[in-house]
């Protein structure tokens, strides 16, 4: 019974490990005028069939100032939720942003299939790039419409987050 529990449990962190996809990440480290930098990762896909994966895209106008383009999309157990970003970043410093813009998040049921109406938010924050691979981010989501609250999203959120790429 032991061999069994080990081999099914040997088979399980294999498959998990060589099933997950490849993914290529971009970044131009310089932030000079007209080079786009792209960046994207996902998770792989789990044993309860979850997804996650997000992008950005970002176009300098000038050093100090550009917009950015940001996604996700998620899929959980109940419902698909994709969310679509446009910020413009203001560059106060080499390292100190702060940023403005808007975002529209879609959820579809995997009940009924059904498209929940958008939901639409403002965003304000502040950040700081430590580094070309460490930043750290405060940001707050306001909901500007009157959209339903769906399985997986939040109304009004604020929060602070980092990222380390490697």
Do not use: C, W
């Not at 100032?65 to 996700?72: A, I, N, P």
Request: proline letters at 5%; aromatic letters at 16%.
């Amino acid at each position: 019974m032991n061999n069994l529990s080990y081999f099914l449990i040997g088979f399980f962190f294999v498959s998990q490990i060589y099933g997950q996809d490849t993914i290529t990440i971009v970044d131009v480290p310089e932030k000079s005028p007209n080079k786009i930098a792209t960046s994207g990762f996902a998770y792989p896909l789990f044993s309860n069939g979850e997804t996650h994966s997000e992008f950005a895209v970002a176009y300098p106008i000038n050093e100090k100032f550009e917009t950015e383009l940001q996604g996700f999309y998620d899929t959980y157990i109940l419902a698909n939720v994709t969310r679509f970003a446009l910020r413009g970043k203001y560059y106060a410093t080499k390292k100190l942003y702060s940023f403005a813009g808007m975002a529209a998040e879609l959820e579809r049921s995997k009940l009924d299939g059904s498209l929940s109406p958008p939901r639409l938010f403002l965003l304000s924050g502040m950040g700081y790039d430590f580094n070309e691979k460490v930043s750290f981010e405060v940001k707050h989501e306001m909901l500007i419409n009157n959209a339903k609250p769906s399985l997986y999203g939040i109304p009004s959120s604020f929060s602070a987050h980092g990222k380390f790429r490697f």
